[in-house]
């Protein structure tokens, strides 16, 4: 039996080093290719950051997902599109991001293929290892890979370093910017599967099920071998229903090969919306009796088609696509979304009727798929650009590899919107190339492209089913009776838009009430009765489910957020989000717009919605009925009713029976703070909690005009993730951590002395001797001759800082038997070469704003040969301002807070707090 597993995948989230770096000046990007001999020059010669030997204690210390553009401030020199954060080509000292991790790998694990794998970097990532180049990611939205195996010291220490650099958009939309999603440590045998090398299809009849596995494998040792397949698949209850093995494949060295095998399941249990059950494939790879490899593929049985004349089929059964677009973010924690946030999210659109996704507009994490897979929400997946060359097509490669396993996904699409081709010839042609050459990656599912018009003319003519992005752009029914073979959906639909909790447009706050899109877009409910009588068309995607960061509609700055969505940036809904709720399920639904509290506005008639799918709907003002209507179908009523502070009773009737009610009260003062735990709990290590704070009055009722700022404290075993109000202007933080400055160390002057004590008596007198210009002259004789002092001067700038503030040195050692003065004080004294670096807190008594003195004697470090050097970095002196507490002001009436379980056993507890509310606290069990 082998030693090691066959196969492992490790979590490589926890424990990086994070800086900031520079986009364009080396010196503040930590020496990157300043050396003689650069990292594309000579295989592992990273430098700066890049060196395996790089001293990065100064940094901080972080887990992965990490979102820094999150982090930062906003600023109207921003980009509009991007939510006007402190990032991009007017930021560069914000714009480049550094991560190290030093992780170890054991000597048994000579001999294994080990993988780096990173889900998404945004953006245009380079990674090395141990200072060897692997490679650049330019994308960040592909997830990608590097083999390290050769790489690597085993049984010793090694690094990881990753640059990332988002100085340029690749979206129109909030991107966020760093390692938003998670990595992983690939340990395999040389023989194994290949990464992505499993699609599991299947044909379904009345009692059985046709599976169809491809499995590729992959021969990395330098001999020719002999294996078999063994292939167990286990029901959504774990009992495994089917195993086979396949015997006598044979593979040379270094080759790799696909295998085909058929199977039947007898009465499979299928994938569908109400019960997504999802088998899984253990794939064994044999080397005689020996198992080298097992990979895991879960699938799920289910049937899809896209009709030109009845739309969706999902199992055999109509289904109409009912959903919205998805951008990838989220109050508090920007794109780094945490895998339990994902259910969050997706569980918030079902409980509103949504049974589908656009991920729009660029591929989505693993793990939100996955979340999909299990939860039954269907997934319009999305490539990021579209082109012909080697380079867009490898996106696309990837993108149906990775994902052409999850059952979620229904259909795929090429691209969005590409205005300079979509109505060409020459977009007919890309679409077409695009369109041939994915097909060979996934035969089972179709492909769409979404256009915003032209859908005559060019890319409309040639997708297997056409993406309709607003139906005010084009006459559909003419395109259909035109191409009556080609399928549509509504790939993007204009929602009615407006900022939630408010209904009087305040264009300096940046606030709208409920409002059509604009000029040539629908509202919500034209949209979908204009999709509901047309049995062609498979469905629609509104833009947008969430709010999302970014493009700011229709204004700019101070909003700095969409207002598209039907929930805000927390998840909280709108209140067109309950017309959704009512004409896409089949429960009763009754819900009244906006809220009740017009204490300026007495006796004004005020309008507003009553969403219900009930086929009749009462209201009442205190008491008083003020008549029956009946509510259209696929539609509402609008009411109109002088306002008077009270009760606003609704009832709804089916058949004259009364099925439900709902009410709006006018508030009282708030006084009270209501912590409600939304989603999740708190019991394990990387456990999620979505709190959300309500501002309450003495009966317990929202004050839906709140805006109170909140205190939080958090007790126990978790952190705060992030917070967030929905408030698409607000300009607040919403993480609070410790602000990391550092302060390289600038050594400009050199003196060698035969006595120590004579020249450093000069060196801290006055200065008036000569120094020479520090490291001019490399081969000088002094630097070999053991006997020679060396005297270095320099200096170090510190900012102003808190009395609060934390001051640390991180030394390194550039001479022999070093010692360290700052100010004219001693602080580290003869210090061998071999005990290495250190570090010292730094009082406040010794150090001040502004310019310090810096002094090392020593002894020159000998060099080992002419074309290396002795280090010559002496360190770093590190600035730490603590965290400010964390708050979060409420926005009519609500806020959040994302909490996550950090491991231990302490008792959990999160307070929030205000001078005239009082104090409300949640305690998880």
């Known amino acids: 039996m082998i030693s090691n597993p066959p196969r492992e995948r490790i979590l490589f989230d926890q424990g990086w080093r994070f800086a900031l770096g520079h986009a364009f000046d080396p010196a503040q990007d930590f020496q990157l290719d300043t050396s003689h001999f650069s990292f594309l020059a000579k295989a592992g010669y990273g430098d700066g950051a890049a060196s395996a ?228 494939l253990t794939t064994t790879v044999l080397l005689g009796e020996q198992a080298v490899d097992s990979y895991q593929t879960t699938f799920g049985i289910r049937s899809i088609r896209f009709d030109p004349d009845q739309g969706f089929f999902l199992n055999g059964r109509s289904v109409k696509l009912v959903g919205s677009n998805q951008h990838q973010d989220h109050a508090g924690v920007g794109t780094a979304i945490p895998d339990s946030l994902q259910e969050y999210r997706i569980k918030r659109l079902q409980e509103f009727n949504h049974n589908a996704i656009r991920t729009s507009h660029n591929p989505p994490t693993p793990e939100f798929l996955a979340a999909c897979d299990r939860l039954g929400m269907l997934v319009l997946n999305e490539n990021r650009l579209m082109g012909t060359n080697a380079e867009h097509l490898r996106h696309v490669e990837q993108l149906i590899k990775r994902d052409r396993n999850h059952p979620s996904v229904i259909l795929w699409s090429l691209g969005n919107e590409e205005w300079a081709i979509e109505g060409t010839i020459i977009g007919a042609r890309i679409s077409s190339t695009m369109q041939n050459f994915a097909r060979q990656f996934d035969h089972t599912r179709l492909f769409t492209i979404a256009c915003s018009g032209g859908w005559d003319t060019g890319i409309g003519m040639v997708t297997d089913v056409v993406g309709y992005n607003y139906i005010f752009h084009g006459d559909i ?222 009966h317990g009722q929202i004050v839906p005009t709140a805006n109170q700022l909140l205190d939080l404290q958090l007790t126990g075993s978790a952190k705060i993730l992030g917070v967030g109000n929905g408030d698409p202007a607000s300009h607040e933080p919403e993480q609070y951590h410790a602000s990391y400055q550092l302060c390289p160390i600038q050594i400009n002057a050199e003196q060698t002395v035969a006595e120590l004590s004579t020249g450093l008596e000069r060196a801290l007198g006055a200065e008036t001797q000569v120094w020479q210009p520090a490291f001019l002259h490399h081969n000088d004789d002094q630097q070999a001759n053991p006997q020679a002092y060396i005297l270095l001067r320099g200096s170090f700038e510190l900012p102003q800082y808190s009395a609060a503030s934390s001051i640390r040195l991180f030394s390194k050692s550039i001479a022999h038997d070093y010692s360290v003065y700052i100010n004219g004080q001693l602080i580290i004294s003869d210090i061998a070469l071999e005990q290495g670096d250190q570090a010292l807190e730094l009082s406040h008594e010794l150090v001040h704003p502004g310019q310090n003195e810096y002094l090392v004697t020593g002894r020159w470090i000998k060099k080992v040969n002419p074309w290396t050097f002795p280090n010559r970095e002496p360190g770093v002196v590190q600035v730490i301002e603590p965290a400010a507490a964390w708050q979060r002001r409420a926005f009519n009436g609500l806020a959040q807070v994302i909490v996550q379980h950090t491991g231990g056993d302490q008792p959990i507890s999160l307070s929030a707090s205000n001078p005239e509310l009082g104090t409300a606290t949640l305690k998880f069990d």
């Open 53 to 280: 030997k790089f001293d990065d204690r100064a940094w901080r210390l972080l887990d992965l997902p990490h979102d820094w553009c999150v982090e930062l401030p906003f600023d109207q020199r921003g980009t509009h599109s991007h939510g006007y954060k402190a990032i991009g080509r007017k930021f560069p000292a914000n714009s480049v991001g550094w991560y190290r991790k030093t992780f170890a790998i054991p000597a048994d694990d000579l001999g294994r293929r080990i993988s780096l794998e990173f889900d998404g970097v945004h953006r245009d990532s380079k990674v090395w290892v141990n200072g060897f180049y692997l490679g650049n990611e330019p994308s960040g939205y592909t997830s990608f890979s590097y083999d390290i195996s050769d790489y690597l010291n085993y049984g010793g220490q090694n690094v990881v370093v990753v640059r990332a650099d988002a100085t340029t958009e690749e979206g129109w939309f909030y991107e966020g910017a760093g390692i938003y999603r998670h990595v992983w440590l690939s340990k395999t045998a040389q023989v194994h599967v290949a990464r992505y090398g499993t699609f599991v299809t299947s044909e379904i009849h009345e009692a059985s099920a046709t599976l169809t596995i491809q499995t590729t494998v992959i021969n990395e040792s330098q001999h020719p071998i002999e294996f078999s397949l063994l292939e167990t698949i286990s029901d959504p209850a774990a009992n495994n229903v089917l195993q086979a093995q396949s015997a006598n494949y044979q593979l040379a060295a270094g080759q790799s090969a696909e295998f085909s095998h058929q199977h039947t399941l007898n009465n499979p249990q299928l994938w569908d919306l109400a019960s997504p059950h999802l088998y899984q």
């Open 477 to 698: 029914d003419a395109h259909h009776a035109k191409f009556p073979w080609q399928s549509g959906v509504g790939t993007e639909e204009s929602n009615t838009y407006g900022t939630r909790g408010i209904y009087q447009t305040d264009a300096s706050r940046g606030h709208l009430a409920p409002s059509p899109s604009g000029d040539g877009y629908a509202d919500t409910e034209f949209g979908w009765q204009f999709y509901v009588k047309r049995p062609f068309l498979a469905g629609l995607f509104y833009w947008t489910g969430f709010d999302y960061r970014g493009e700011p509609t229709p204004f700019e700055w101070p909003a700095v957020a969409s207002q598209f969505g039907f929930f805000d940036l927390c998840g909280f809904p709108k209140d067109i989000a309950y017309y959704t709720k009512a004409w896409w399920g089949q429960q009763p639904v009754l819900h009244i717009g906006y809220h009740w509290d017009w204490p300026n506005d007495l006796d004004r008639v005020k309008s507003f919605p009553i969403y219900s799918n009930c086929q009749e709907v009462e209201l009442w003002l205190n008491g008083q009925s003020l008549g029956r209507r009946p509510i259209p179908e696929n539609g509402h009523q609008q009411w109109e009713v002088a306002y008077q502070p009270g009760e606003l009773l609704a009832r709804g009737y089916n058949n004259g029976v009364e099925v439900l009610s709902a009410s709006l009260r006018t508030s009282q003062a708030a006084s009270q703070i209501q912590l409600v735990l939304d989603y999740g709990q708190l019991q394990q290590t990387g456990d999620l909690a979505v709190v959300t704070l309500q501002v309450c009055d003495d």
